[in-house]
């Protein structure tokens, strides 16, 4: 049975003003900076990520690898047999849809907008410390490796020890579903008192600017399409509406709630990528995109222990800082929010089926997906079908739609894309609103649609304010920058976990149970022979030798 500590469910669903409004207050901060001091906000934002990454790059190295380490351990040791609720609880979520929310949740835009622009990127400015030529065979190679780097096995291990912590408090121990009361085997009661409230608070601006980085890239991507498709010049003022209009679709979302909202829109985004992606497989360089699947595994997993374990010592550090930093601060950035939500979803799971289902199926539909997307484009480049390089150099969001302009059915596969994008949009806005109203409710599975709906067009002001302050790279300063200190939190998650894990008692193997059958019916009889034999046993034994 599930051990009930911590809050009781009545505290867990009250709002907490001191969270909600230092979490609004600091937000519309950063808002109005971005609105009527965008340069100011640029200035601020590109000092302060030269500061982190120089300093602190290989903090978010080591502690990647480490979350992915531990993530694995968790899920082959005995503490796989942990069930994340009761020992009789079953899961709350079919499979199917578990695996669609979780993935759509977790990667979303990002797969979409990089599909094509980090292959292709990779391809014509190789990393340095893979010393190959650009817009060569072997660039192309490396291109793959790289993206695969970039978007499965690590990113996943940071959302499984995220999300593990706190199903586990949540589902396992009775808690509140909030970073704060994952901390209880370590904080006690402080868990819940200032301390508390730090940690939410920070997994408040983490989930937030995780999230409108997430939210401006999609707005970028289909403020492109609507260009590609319709000629309406791509522009801010277009790119700002797109955030209005799909913000709005957000809160019509919101109200629908988690089973109807949610679930339908991360099931009909699965659809609508497998869709595009069989599309682009078939219309395309199918044989090339078969041979790309299995040498790109091959050679990502052959060189990712050099890959993990490379810093700024011996190699580039401003590319690090513009694609594996980047990335592992954005994955962490987002640990809160998905992390909470991959929770949210996951109760009656064992630790071993959960470390499974979210480190290994999201990551290997990451492979397929970037197999045959960039796989594609490297093909449609290297073939001088289309001149996606230029694409990219020109504008990063529009290198997805290069693509699909150079194979058959352009417009309607652009507007398919521009459609996904904007599902993707409202998918996240609406799971992190649900996170944030959560971490602001005490922990509540369930906040007040009010504060959902309000941390929804929070996020949305924010992805507004960070393209007026600079575009993408004011997105990449502040996900960077908000990752830091939550590095930290991470870390302290970490350890929480493992140590109460440990005290389990489905970790320690019980005693045997008693043997039944013939052999426990002669054993028996012999030992109560021992003790009282019959009388003509004890006539035997008295017999005269």
Do not use: C
């Not at 003003?17 to 901060?29: E, H, K, N, P, S």
């Not at 409108?212 to 509406?241: F, H, I, R, W, Y």
């Not at 709630?257 to 069989?278: D, E, F, P, Q, R």
């Not at 521009?418 to 602001?440: K, M, N, P, Q, Y």
Request: glycine share 12%; charged share 10%; no cysteine.
């Amino acid at each position: 049975m599930a051990e009930q500590v911590g809050e009781s469910p009545a505290g867990a669903g009250r709002t907490d003003r001191v969270v909600l409004t230092a979490g609004v207050v600091g937000v519309l901060a950063v808002v109005g900076w971005g609105v009527f001091g965008g340069g100011s906000l640029a200035g601020v934002g590109k000092a302060g990520l030269g500061w982190v990454i120089s300093t602190f790059g290989w903090f978010f190295v080591v502690a990647a690898d480490a979350f992915l380490v531990l993530s694995v351990v968790l899920g082959a040791s005995r503490f796989g047999r942990i069930r994340l609720g009761a020992d009789d609880d079953e899961p709350e979520f079919s499979t199917l849809a578990w695996v669609s929310m979780m993935f759509s949740t977790g990667m979303g835009i990002g797969l979409v907008f990089y599909a094509v622009a980090e292959p292709i990127q990779h391809y014509a400015s190789p990393p340095p410390a893979a010393g190959v030529r650009p817009q060569s065979a072997e660039a192309a190679a490396v291109a793959m490796q790289y993206t695969l780097f970039h978007w499965t096995l690590h990113p996943w291990g940071i959302y499984a020890i995220a999300a593990l912590a706190l199903a586990y408090s949540t589902f396992r121990k009775g808690r509140g579903s909030r970073i704060s009361a994952a901390f209880e085997p370590l904080l006690g009661a402080r868990a819940y008192g200032p301390i508390g409230r730090a940690i939410d608070l920070l997994a408040v601006f983490a989930t937030v600017f995780g999230s409108a980085t997430s939210l401006g890239l999609g707005a970028l991507q289909v403020a492109a399409g609507l260009d590609s498709a319709t000629g309406v010049p791509d522009s801010v003022a277009v790119e700002l509406v797109v955030i209005a209009a799909l913000t709005a679709a957000f809160v019509v979302s919101a109200f629908t709630g988690l089973h109807k909202g949610i679930k339908w829109l991360s099931t009909s985004n699965v659809v609508l990528a497998v869709g595009l992606m069989a599309f682009v497989f078939v219309a395309g360089p199918t044989i090339y995109t078969l041979e790309v699947l299995p040498a790109s595994v091959g050679d990502y997993l052959n060189n990712l222990v050099v890959m993990s374990t490379r810093t700024g010592a011996f190699s580039d550090p401003a590319w690090l800082g513009s694609w594996t930093i980047f990335y592992w601060a954005w994955w962490i950035s987002w640990a809160p929010f998905v992390g909470i939500f991959i929770a949210r979803i996951s109760q009656g799971r064992t630790v071993r089926e959960f470390v499974t289902g979210v480190l290994l199926v999201p990551s290997g539909a990451s492979v397929v997906w970037f197999a045959i997307m960039g796989g594609t484009a490297l093909r449609v480049q290297r073939t001088g079908a289309r001149d996606l390089v230029g694409d990219v150099g020109a504008s990063v969001e529009n290198a997805l739609f290069g693509l699909l302009q150079a194979l058959p059915l352009a417009t309607l596969t652009t507007v398919l894309a521009a459609v996904l994008v904007a599902l993707f949009f409202i998918t996240g806005a609406d799971s992190a609103a649900l996170v944030l109203g959560s971490l602001s409710s005490r922990g509540a599975l369930r906040p007040h649609r009010g504060v959902v709906v309000l941390w929804g067009v929070l996020i949305g002001a924010v992805a507004a304010a960070l393209l007026l302050a600079g575009g993408l790279a004011a997105l990449q300063q502040a996900t960077i920058l908000v990752a830091l200190p939550f590095v930290v939190v991470m870390l302290g998650l970490a350890v929480a976990l493992v140590r109460e894990m440990a005290t389990d008692p489905a970790v320690h193997p019980r005693a045997r149970p008693r043997r039944s059958g013939l052999a426990a019916a002669v054993r028996a009889a012999r030992s109560y022979e021992e003790e009282d034999p019959p009388p003509v046993t004890r006539w035997l034994h008295r017999r005269p030798r």
